[in-house]
């Protein structure tokens, strides 16, 4: 059974992405494509409407590698460098008339605020992208058009409260450590497609482990398909960590596209 929610990964890789530099470790020179990992972001199409959920520095090559002329919205699960750091190339998005208001909770619009000072003077000079930012809180939906609308739910990044997000029932959640016990409430039973963070094998003080993350998978219970992001290269290749996973649970890689 499928959707009518096309999720395509745009990265999925950990903060310094896959191969990192000056590393040599056999998933960093792997030849597999599926072992290229940039950073963690997903691209999210229904109904001729296109959300992105994360804008990290790689934006720029992830939106010419899937042909993204126009977004309808972005959303920011936090302020981490990794997650939004690409925000200046947006650019391209939002010239000639076209629009895109970026949602995020009001510490991560402080942030961005903070980090670029030279979009929000009040004489910017030409060019600065124009930043349509807006106000996301948790457990409080926001409509993209009728029959798309995102909610946006309360994970737990090491101490540091960010955003997953639930489209219907479709849950995208990635650099989660721990899940609040009423957003636990809201995804079982609620949940048919999961994509969740498991960042390597060992234990680690702010992301889920592979482990972590399989518990968190069983515990919420999709009746669908799960598929794992945010990878760091310590975890291993696509087919190592293929190899590890329950029936039902997938290694997700740069450019998968599925149906939710």
């Given at each position: 059974m499928t959707g009518d929610l096309s999720v395509t990964f745009l990265g999925t890789g950990t903060s310094t992405g896959v191969p990192e530099i000056g590393c040599h470790c056999k998933t960093c020179v792997s030849s597999d494509p599926r072992d290229k990992r940039l950073r963690a972001s997903v691209l999210l199409r229904k109904g001729g409407h296109r959300v992105v959920i994360d804008c990290g520095p790689d934006f720029r090559e992830q939106m010419i590698r899937e042909d993204v002329g126009s977004l309808d919205a972005l959303f920011i699960t936090h302020e981490h460098y990794d997650h939004l750091g690409g925000l200046d190339d947006m650019r391209p998005l939002i010239r000639h008339g076209l629009s895109c208001?970026?949602?995020?909770?009001?510490?991560?619009?402080?942030?961005?605020?903070?980090?670029l000072p030279y979009v929000f003077i009040a004489h910017p000079y030409p060019g600065v992208p124009h930043l349509d930012l807006h106000s996301a809180?948790?457990?409080?939906?926001?409509?993209?058009?009728?029959?798309?609308?995102?909610?946006?739910?309360?994970?737990?990044?090491?101490?540091?409260?960010?955003?997953g997000f639930k489209i219907g029932d479709f849950v995208y959640i990635t650099d989660a450590k721990t899940l609040p016990p009423e957003t636990m409430s809201v995804l079982r039973g609620h949940?048919?497609?999961l994509v969740l963070n498991a960042l390597r094998i060992e234990p680690h003080p702010t992301h889920l482990s592979l482990s972590e993350a399989?518990?968190?998978?069983?515990?919420?219970?999709?009746?669908?398909?799960?598929?794992f992001t945010h990878f760091a290269h310590s975890f291993g290749t696509h087919e190592e960590i293929t190899a590890m996973l329950p029936p039902h649970v997938h290694a997700g890689y740069d450019g998968l596209t599925f149906w939710a």
């Open positions: 208001p970026i949602y995020a909770e009001d510490n991560v619009i402080h942030a961005i605020r903070t980090r809180s948790p457990f409080v939906p926001i409509e993209i058009a009728p029959d798309f609308v995102i909610e946006p739910i309360r994970v737990t990044h090491g101490r540091l409260p960010i955003l949940t048919r497609t399989l518990d968190v998978r069983a515990s919420i219970a999709p009746t669908d398909e799960t598929y």
